[in-house]
Each structure stands twice: as structure tokens, then as C-alpha cells.
């Protein structure tokens, strides 16, 4: 079946360091894969995109690039910001299935100044 | 573009009684709704697709007598939680499947039930 790992939270970071949120998805076929945001008390937002193998989906600052090799789709920023504190969360969406969403269980991060 | 409302925002309901939660898609128009649940710091668990004109189809180990959805209309899908109860108490969301041509969901701000 299909199923998304994220790694566990919370991740804490000072202001300006390098983000790194890992993200490896078991799917068959070709799967779209997504990260979603959820800022305290709003509804999720999706953040970026890739489609197919070797894509690049870029954001705000935030990359993840659709390693096919590796079956990962792991978040990237260079330099966080306070308002970068949110819930991150990787999905899948494989395109035999009716549009439907597999999350992983979601990361917390907390950005400090 | 692409907004999805929830009404109401939270709720508090006594047990045995029932509390209905709507989703709508403002400015597209939605054959596929889907309605999570999501306990706190919990990831998101799928309940069921919502498609428009039809039967909505529920993830297995969800009650559907008891967790009601409705799809009558392309921009406005229901959630019922019938004779709730304290466990019934979490976050509801829907999304709401983007236009034609593009495979993104977009997620309303969420509902917050609590079973008093």
C-alpha cells in the first residue's frame, strides 16, 4: 500500500540555520508528492509540488526535489525565520486513487530568534 | 483563487445530539470533497471522499451511520456527526479536490468539535 514516513518533531532551530524535515513514501506506480503547512490555528497550505522523478518543487525558500531512487521527497530551507514555526506535513497523492491524500504523521518546527 | 470555507469554526455540543459541519468551495467548483480528522499534533486521517451527486465512500473503520456526508451540490459537502460523543471530540477538515487539470487538494481552516 501506499504510506508516507516523515521524521519526528519537534525540531527546534535557531533564526537563519539550514532546515532539513525528511520525507520517504512507499507507493506503487508514479505517485505526486506534496508538502503542506499548517500555521498555528489556520488550516493546512500547500507549500510545494513535484510530479514526476526529478522534479524540483520550490516555495517561499522551501525545495524538495522527487527522489525516485531513494523513494524521498525531503524538505530544504537555508535559512529559517520565526515565521516559518509551523506543522509540516509530506502526502502523496497517487493518481490511481481517486485524488486521495496519504499523510505522514507531520513535523513540528519551532524557529527561535 | 481556490478557497475553501468551513462553518462552523468550533462547536460544542452535549452528548447524544448531532452537529452538522459544512465545507464549501468558494470560487471553484468541487466534484470531490474529502473530510479528515485530525486529533492533536496527530497527522491528518482520511474518513471518506465526498463526490458530488453520489454515495460518499468512507475509509475503512469509519462509521458511516454515524459520521453522515453529503455532496449535494458542486460547491457545498456535509458532514454530520450523529449521536456524538466525547469521542467523537477533534478537529474536522475538509478539502476540496482543485479544478480540472490539477491534482492538488485545498483544505478548508478546519472545524474543532468538543463532545461535552
Keep these: 500500500g501506499n504510506s508516507v514516513t516523515q521524521m519526528e518533531g519537534p525540531v527546534t532551530l535557531s533564526e537563519e540555520a539550514f532546515l532539513t524535515i525528511n520525507c520517504t513514501y512507499t507507493a506503487t506506480g508514479y505517485p505526486s508528492l506534496f508538502w503542506y503547512v499548517q500555521y498555528p490555528g489556520e488550516g493546512l497550505q500547500l507549500l510545494l509540488k513535484a510530479t514526476k522523478a526529478d522534479d524540483k518543487g520550490s516555495n517561499k525558500g522551501f525545495e524538495a526535489t522527487y527522489r525516485k531512487e531513494t523513494t524521498s521527497f525531503h524538505l530544504e530551507k537555508g535559512s529559517v525565520q520565526v515565521s516559518d514555526s509551523a506543522v509540516y506535513f509530506c502526502a502523496l497523492s497517487n493518481g490511481n486513487q481517486g485524488g486521495k491524500l496519504i499523510f505522514g504523521q507531520g513535523t513540528e518546527l519551532s524557529v527561535k530568534p | ?116
Design chain 2, 1 to 116: 483563487g481556490a478557497v475553501v470555507s468551513q462553518h462552523p469554526s468550533w462547536v460544542i455540543c452535549k452528548s447524544g445530539t448531532s452537529v452538522k459541519i459544512e465545507c464549501r468551495s468558494l470560487d471553484f467548483q468541487a466534484t470531490t470533497m474529502f473530510w479528515y480528522r485530525q486529533f492533536p499534533k496527530q497527522s491528518l486521517m482520511l474518513m471518506a471522499t465526498s463526490n458530488e451527486g453520489s454515495k460518499a465512500t468512507y475509509e475503512q473503520g469509519v462509521e458511516k451511520d454515524k459520521f453522515l456526508i453529503n455532496h449535494a451540490s458542486l460547491t457545498l459537502s456535509t458532514l454530520t456527526v450523529t449521536s456524538a460523543h466525547p469521542e467523537d471530540s477533534s478537529f474536522y477538515i475538509c478539502s476540496a479536490r482543485g479544478p480540472v487539470g490539477k491534482d492538488e487538494q485545498y483544505f478548508g481552516p478546519g472545524t474543532r468539535l468538543t463532545v461535552t
